[in-house]
Protein backbone atom coordinates (compact mmCIF):
# COMPACT_ATOMS: atom_id res chain seq x y z
CA UNK A 1 0.00 0.00 0.00
CA UNK A 2 1.03 3.09 -0.60
CA UNK A 3 2.23 5.38 2.49
CA UNK A 4 0.35 8.33 0.83
CA UNK A 5 -2.81 6.52 0.29
CA UNK A 6 -5.61 7.78 2.36
CA UNK A 7 -7.37 5.08 4.68
CA UNK A 8 -10.80 5.39 6.19
CA UNK A 9 -10.74 2.86 8.74
CA UNK A 10 -13.45 3.07 11.69
CA UNK A 11 -11.25 2.13 14.94
CA UNK A 12 -8.00 3.73 13.49
CA UNK A 13 -8.78 7.13 15.31
CA UNK A 14 -9.57 5.31 18.83
CA UNK A 15 -6.09 3.82 18.29
CA UNK A 16 -4.32 6.97 17.21
CA UNK A 17 -5.38 9.06 20.22
CA UNK A 18 -5.49 5.48 23.07
CA UNK A 19 -1.67 5.97 21.67
CA UNK A 20 -0.90 9.36 22.19
CA UNK A 21 -2.86 9.41 25.79
CA UNK A 22 -0.97 6.02 27.33
CA UNK A 23 2.13 7.77 26.01
CA UNK A 24 0.98 10.66 28.13
CA UNK A 25 1.36 13.00 24.82
CA UNK A 26 -0.95 16.21 24.33
CA UNK A 27 -2.34 16.45 20.93
CA UNK A 28 0.51 19.11 19.95
CA UNK A 29 3.27 16.94 21.57
CA UNK A 30 2.24 14.11 19.05
CA UNK A 31 1.81 16.43 16.23
CA UNK A 32 5.20 17.79 16.50
CA UNK A 33 7.00 14.43 16.60
CA UNK A 34 5.03 13.19 13.71
CA UNK A 35 4.82 16.51 11.73
CA UNK A 36 1.40 17.40 12.07
CA UNK A 37 -0.22 20.68 13.99
CA UNK A 38 -2.06 19.83 17.09
CA UNK A 39 -5.43 21.13 15.01
CA UNK A 40 -4.62 18.20 12.00
CA UNK A 41 -3.98 15.63 15.29
CA UNK A 42 -6.70 17.20 16.49
CA UNK A 43 -9.35 16.63 13.40
CA UNK A 44 -7.47 13.27 13.08
CA UNK A 45 -9.24 11.72 16.12
CA UNK A 46 -12.34 14.01 16.00
CA UNK A 47 -12.85 12.14 12.15
CA UNK A 48 -13.01 15.60 10.53
CA UNK A 49 -9.93 14.26 8.89
CA UNK A 50 -8.41 10.76 7.73
CA UNK A 51 -4.74 9.72 8.56
CA UNK A 52 -2.94 8.94 5.65
CA UNK A 53 -0.66 5.53 6.57
CA UNK A 54 2.40 7.54 6.54
CA UNK A 55 1.16 8.76 9.28
CA UNK A 56 0.73 5.34 10.96
CA UNK A 57 3.88 4.30 9.81
CA UNK A 58 6.06 7.42 11.40
CA UNK A 59 3.62 6.70 14.95
CA UNK A 60 4.72 2.43 14.60
CA UNK A 61 8.33 3.75 13.99
CA UNK A 62 8.01 6.45 17.04
CA UNK A 63 6.11 4.48 19.22
CA UNK A 64 7.76 0.83 18.27
CA UNK A 65 4.07 0.15 17.43
CA UNK A 66 2.89 -2.39 14.71
CA UNK A 67 1.62 -0.38 11.86
CA UNK A 68 -0.76 -3.54 11.04
CA UNK A 69 -2.31 -2.73 14.28
CA UNK A 70 -2.92 0.85 14.01
CA UNK A 71 -4.41 0.49 11.15
CA UNK A 72 -6.70 -2.97 11.94
CA UNK A 73 -6.61 -3.56 14.98
CA UNK A 74 -5.44 -7.10 14.78
CA UNK A 75 -2.48 -8.91 16.38
CA UNK A 76 -0.42 -7.09 19.01
CA UNK A 77 0.22 -3.42 19.48
CA UNK A 78 3.53 -3.83 19.91
CA UNK A 79 6.00 -5.24 22.39
CA UNK A 80 5.19 -4.86 26.12
CA UNK A 81 3.00 -2.03 25.45
CA UNK A 82 0.69 -3.99 27.87
CA UNK A 83 2.89 -2.60 30.78
CA UNK A 84 4.09 0.76 29.16
CA UNK A 85 1.35 2.40 31.94
CA UNK A 86 2.71 0.53 34.33
CA UNK A 87 6.79 1.35 33.36
CA UNK A 88 5.68 4.72 32.96
CA UNK A 89 4.69 5.14 36.69
CA UNK A 90 7.89 3.50 37.90
CA UNK A 91 9.77 5.72 35.80
CA UNK A 92 8.09 8.60 37.14
CA UNK A 93 9.02 7.27 40.69
CA UNK A 94 12.94 6.69 39.72
CA UNK A 95 13.00 9.78 38.50
CA UNK A 96 11.32 11.21 41.84
CA UNK A 97 13.40 9.68 43.67
CA UNK A 98 16.75 10.19 41.61
CA UNK A 99 16.06 13.81 42.29
CA UNK A 100 15.37 14.53 45.93
CA UNK A 101 18.29 11.85 47.30
CA UNK A 102 21.23 12.67 48.17
CA UNK A 103 23.29 13.11 44.85
CA UNK A 104 25.82 10.53 45.51
CA UNK A 105 22.65 8.40 45.52
CA UNK A 106 21.08 9.63 42.13
CA UNK A 107 24.61 9.67 40.45
CA UNK A 108 24.59 5.99 41.25
CA UNK A 109 21.06 5.28 40.59
CA UNK A 110 21.40 6.92 37.22
CA UNK A 111 25.01 4.90 36.44
CA UNK A 112 22.84 1.84 37.50
CA UNK A 113 20.60 2.53 34.56
CA UNK A 114 22.75 3.18 31.84
CA UNK A 115 25.06 0.32 32.40
CA UNK A 116 21.54 -1.56 32.27
CA UNK A 117 20.77 -0.06 29.11
CA UNK A 118 23.84 -0.85 27.62
CA UNK A 119 23.59 -4.11 28.62
CA UNK A 120 20.29 -4.60 26.93
CA UNK A 121 21.83 -3.12 23.73
CA UNK A 122 24.46 -5.34 23.72
CA UNK A 123 22.71 -8.24 24.27
CA UNK A 124 20.35 -7.36 21.67
CA UNK A 125 22.82 -7.13 18.95
Not at 83 to 103: M, N
Not at 109 to 118: A, D, E, F, G, I
Request: charged fraction near 30%.
Amino acid sequence: MPTDTIIDESGVRARIKHVRTISGLTQAELGSKIGLSREMVCQIEDGARKPKVSILVSMGYLFGIDENWLLTGEGEMGPNWEDREEVSTIGAEILHLVKTSPKEVGENVLSLLKSMKRARYESAR
